[in-house]
């Protein structure tokens, strides 16, 4: 197929269904929680398939507007690839394509503009663990230094090197990035990357000096976090399912168009 046509959306998969609908509740979550920049951001999802396809926004749609059927199937260059009354914005996908390209298990990229976000990114010494929360990202976060916006495919290596293998980085003085198995792993670590930010930049407004855990004390919460610390004599395998049927059920009550 020429790289440039398009296809008129036949038959959708279970699969590519279900993903529309995880993706879509993506988006109104992060508008529900007040993480969005206008039309600006994206959240993407990798389709199953040899074709490197994608999900990922219409451009010029708030995120409150999001439906499963009106995000837009797009290749990896973000060039739609079936027939849509959207623009698409390709530059929008540039972060987003070179992580998907690079990391097989990147399954959905989330970038933010949050105001707390954009604060600790603008901070010299990043995150800093000063609450059980922001300890979950403790020698887990990568960085990348601002080249100016992202809309030159050369700074892709260096992004895609700076966030190795995290699952979270801070694009300094720009914003946040969470990947992802699912939409819903990707939201859930930045929902709790963005309150560990809020919780910063509150910690640090009043000037009052700041306390550190040791640093055995971080690595060891952020092991058990991630479920990493077979030791510990309790375990919470449920807690990332519970709290996404959780958020499902917010979605039910306010925001139920999600899934048309």
């Not at 929680?33 to 993407?44: A, G, W």
């Not at 929008?92 to 604060?119: E, K, Q, Y």
Request: hydrophobic share 40%; proline share 5%.
């Amino acid at each position: 197929m020429p790289p440039n046509t398009t296809l008129q959306a036949g038959h959708r998969t279970a699969e590519e269904l279900r993903l529309r609908r995880e993706l879509a509740a993506v988006y109104r979550l992060v508008a529900h929680f007040r993480m969005t920049d206008l039309i600006f951001t994206h959240i993407s999802v990798r389709l199953p398939g040899p074709e490197q396809h994608f999900l990922i926004n219409p451009y010029g749609l708030l995120f409150e507007e999001i439906t499963a059927s009106n995000l837009v199937k797009i290749d990896l260059s973000g060039r739609a690839v079936e027939e849509t009354p959207h623009p698409v914005n390709p530059a929008g996908f540039v972060i987003h394509s070179a992580i998907h390209a690079a990391r097989p298990d990147a399954h959905c990229v989330l970038h933010t503009h949050t105001r707390a976000g954009c604060a600790v990114a603008a901070q010299q010494d990043g995150l800093l663990p000063l609450n059980q929360i922001s300890m979950e990202f403790h020698g887990r976060l990568g960085y990348h230094d601002y080249e100016g916006v992202a809309l030159n495919l050369g700074e892709q290596q260096r992004l895609v090197a700076d966030l190795g293998a995290h699952d979270a980085m801070i694009l300094r003085n720009h914003g946040l990035l969470t990947v992802g198995q699912t939409p819903a792993q990707a939201f859930l670590r930045m929902y709790y990357l963005d309150k560990a930010c809020e919780i910063q930049t509150t910690a640090t407004a009043g000037g009052a000096k700041l306390t550190i855990p040791d640093a055995a004390v971080c690595e060891l919460t952020a092991r058990q976090l991630a479920g990493e610390e077979h030791g510990s004599d309790l375990q919470d395998e449920q807690a990332h399912d519970l709290a996404w049927a959780a958020l499902l059920r917010l979605l039910d009550r306010v925001a139920p168009d999600y899934t048309d």
